[in-house]
C-alpha cells in the first residue's frame, strides 16, 4: 500500500513515500529555508542501498510553491518514482494544532477540515500550510485517503496541573482554553526510541526538539506529563522567528501605549521574534556564521536560546523527581553540537555530564554524546516525524479497512 507522508513545518516541508508495511521509504525529501533566499530541496530516490540524491536551490515564497515542487519531483520521467498520483492510496498529513476536537488520528472529512481551519488563529504559521498540503494532496491524489496526525495529541496525558491555566476557570470549561502542546509525533518518536536504547519503559526523560520551532517534554514511564508549548506554538523556548516565553504585559504595552494593533502584535511575535528579531537571522547556521564573525548579537542570542533552556531543563528535572536522560533532536538538536555543549554546560549537579568530544561526532543515527561516569545520559537521537505518521496511518487504516474501500 503506498502512503505519502507531507510533513509541513513552519519554514519546511519534508516527505516520504512509503509502500506499507515496509517502513522503509521509496523516496525522501526535504524543502527547506521556505520565505527565505535560496530555498533548497533535497530529494532523494532509494532503491536497495542505492541512493540518487537531487538537489535544487531556488526562491520558494511559500508552502504551496513548495508542495508544486514536490509533486513534480514525484511524477517525474526521470526522477519521479511514481507514473500516476493515483497510485497513491493514503496520504498522511502532519497538521500541528489539534485543539479540543482531535486528541488521535483522524480521517480528513469536510468536517475535520473546517476543524483544522477554525484553528488557523491559533498556530498560524502551521495549520495554513497544513490545511494548504491537505487541498493540494487532495487535488493530486485523487483517488487516495487523507488522514491527519496531529502535533498535540501525545501530550493529552498530560495532568490538568500542568495543562491549566491560572485563568477563571470557565474560560477552561467553556471555551478550552488550555495547554495543547506540539511537536508532539516528534517527542513521541524520539522517546520510543530513548526507552528502547535505555532498555527502561519507566525511565524519567526530557526530550529537546530544536528545530525552526523548538519544544521541551517531560516524560515519565514514555507519557508526556508537561511540555513547554501551550495554547498555541508559541511560548516556551526562544525559537527561529517566535518569541517564547514572554511577560504578557508586553502585548498591553504595545497595544495601549505603543499604538499596535493586535494583528501586529501577532506578526510580531510569530515571525519577527526569536532568533530573527535578536539578530536578523532565523536559520541557525546564519546565527553560527555571525559567531564565527564575531556578531555580539548572534553571540547573546545564541546565549538566550541556551539559557531558556537550562531553566527547562531545571524545572522537567524537579517535576519529573529524577532524570535519567535528556534527549536533543531536531534540526539544530542533532546537527549543532555547539549548542549542545552551551546547554549541558554547568549542569553537573544535576548529573548531567557531556563528553566534549563523543558530542563532536558527526552521525545520523542515535548516540550518547555523555561522559562516562555522568549519572544523566545524554543522547543525540535522530527523529523521524514521517514514519511515526506513516505507522499511526496504517494502524488506522488496518484497524477500520473499510475506509479504503
Ligand atoms: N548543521 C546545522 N547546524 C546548526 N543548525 C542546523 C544545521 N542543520 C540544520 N540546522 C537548523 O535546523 C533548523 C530547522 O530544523 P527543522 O527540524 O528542519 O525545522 P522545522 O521542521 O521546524 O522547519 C534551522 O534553524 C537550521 O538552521
Ligand atoms: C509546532 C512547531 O513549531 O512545528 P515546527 O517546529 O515544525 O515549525
Ligand atoms: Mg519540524
Known amino acids: 500500500?503506498?502512503?505519502?507522508?507531507?510533513?509541513?513545518?513552519?519554514?519546511?516541508?519534508?516527505?516520504?513515500?512509503?509502500?506499507?508495511?515496509?517502513t522503509?521509504?521509496?523516496?525522501?525529501?526535504?524543502?527547506?529555508?521556505?520565505?527565505?533566499?535560496?530555498?533548497?530541496?533535497?530529494?532523494?530516490?532509494?532503491?536497495?542501498?542505492?541512493?540518487?540524491?537531487?538537489r535544487k536551490t531556488m526562491d520558494l515564497v511559500d508552502h504551496e510553491a513548495g508542495l508544486q515542487q514536490v509533486a513534480e519531483l514525484l511524477t517525474d520521467k526521470e526522477v519521479g518514482v511514481i507514473k500516476d498520483p493515483r497510485e497513491i492510496e493514503a496520504v498522511g498529513h502532519r497538521v500541528v494544532h489539534g485543539g479540543e476536537s482531535f486528541a488521535s488520528t483522524t480521517m480528513i472529512t469536510k468536517e475535520v477540515k473546517a476543524e483544522?481551519?477554525?484553528?488557523?488563529?491559533?498556530?498560524?504559521?502551521?495549520?495554513?500550510?497544513?490545511?494548504?498540503?491537505?487541498?493540494?494532496?487532495?487535488?493530486?491524489?485523487?483517488?487516495a485517503k487523507q488522514i491527519a496526525v496531529f502535533d498535540t495529541a501525545f501530550h493529552q496525558t498530560m495532568p490538568?496541573?500542568?495543562?491549566?491555566?491560572?485563568?477563571?476557570?470557565?474560560?477552561?470549561?467553556?471555551?478550552?482554553?488550555?495547554?495543547?502542546?506540539?511537536?508532539?509525533?516528534?517527542?513521541?518518536?524520539?522517546?520510543?526510541?530513548?526507552?528502547?536504547?535505555l532498555k527502561n519503559d519507566k525511565a524519567k526523560i526530557i526530550t529537546i526538539h530544536l528545530g525552526n520551532g523548538c519544544s521541551m517534554t517531560a516524560v515519565n514511564a514514555g507519557v508526556s506529563i508537561d511540555t513547554s508549548m501551550g495554547f498555541g506554538p508559541l511560548n516556551?523556548?526562544?525559537?527561529?522567528?517566535?518569541?517564547?516565553?514572554?511577560?504578557?504585559?508586553?502585548?498591553?504595552?504595545?497595544?495601549?501605549?505603543?499604538?499596535?494593533?493586535l494583528d501586529q502584535v501577532n506578526n510580531l511575535l510569530n515571525k519577527q521574534s526569536g532568533m530573527m528579531g535578536l539578530t536578523g537571522f532565523s536559520d541557525m547556521r546564519d546565527i553560527l556564521k555571525g559567531i564565527a564573525a564575531g556578531n555580539e548579537q548572534a553571540e547573546l542570542a545564541y546565549d538566550m536560546y541556551a539559557y531558556r533552556i537550562k531553566k527547562y531543563i531545571g524545572s522537567y528535572a524537579a517535576v519529573l523527581n529524577g532524570l535519567d536522560a535528556?534527549?536533543?533532536?531536531?534540526?539544530?538538536?542533532?546537527?549543532?553540537?555547539?549548542?549542545?555543549?552551551?546547554?549541558?554546560?554547568?549542569?553537573?549537579?544535576?548529573?548531567?555530564?557531556?563528553?566534549?568530544?563523543?558530542?563532536?561526532?558527526?552521525?545520523?543515527?542515535?548516540?550518547?554524546?555523555?561522559?562516562?561516569?555522568?549519572?544523566?545520559?545524554?543522547?543525540?537521537?535522530?527523529?523521524?516525524?514521517?514514519?511515526?505518521?506513516?505507522?499511526?496511518?496504517?494502524e488506522l487504516i488496518e484497524k477500520q479497512p473499510s475506509v479504503l474501500s
Open 1 to 22: 500500500m503506498n502512503i505519502f507522508i507531507i510533513n509541513s513545518g513552519s519554514s519546511s516541508i519534508k516527505y516520504q513515500l512509503f509502500k506499507m508495511p515496509n
Open 24 to 54: 522503509k521509504p521509496i523516496c525522501t525529501g526535504l524543502v527547506e529555508r521556505i520565505g527565505l533566499e535560496n530555498s533548497i530541496i533535497t530529494h532523494k530516490l532509494l532503491k536497495g542501498d542505492e541512493e540518487k540524491i537531487i
Open 160 to 197: 490538568p496541573v500542568a495543562y491549566r491555566y491560572a485563568i477563571p476557570q470557565s474560560f477552561y470549561s467553556e471555551r478550552g482554553i488550555r495547554a495543547y502542546g506540539f511537536h508532539g509525533t516528534s517527542h513521541k518518536y524520539v522517546t520510543a526510541k530513548t526507552l528502547q536504547y
Open 236 to 261: 516556551g523556548l526562544i525559537m527561529g522567528t517566535r518569541s517564547g516565553d514572554i511577560d504578557p504585559s508586553i502585548i498591553f504595552h504595545l497595544v495601549n501605549q505603543l499604538g499596535y494593533s
Open 326 to 394: 535528556i534527549v536533543f533532536t531536531a534540526g539544530v538538536g542533532e546537527n549543532d553540537c555547539a549548542i549542545r555543549q552551551m546547554i549541558c554546560a554547568e549542569m553537573d549537579f544535576l548529573g548531567i555530564k557531556l563528553d566534549e568530544e563523543k558530542n563532536k561526532v558527526r552521525s545520523a543515527s542515535l548516540r550518547e554524546i555523555n561522559t562516562d561516569d555522568s549519572p544523566v545520559k545524554i543522547l543525540v537521537v535522530p527523529t523521524n516525524e514521517e514514519l511515526e505518521i506513516v505507522e499511526q496511518c496504517f
Open 116 to 143: 483544522i481551519k477554525k484553528l488557523f488563529s491559533l498556530a498560524p504559521l502551521h495549520n495554513p500550510a497544513n490545511y494548504l498540503g491537505i487541498e493540494v494532496a487532495e487535488k493530486i491524489f485523487t483517488l
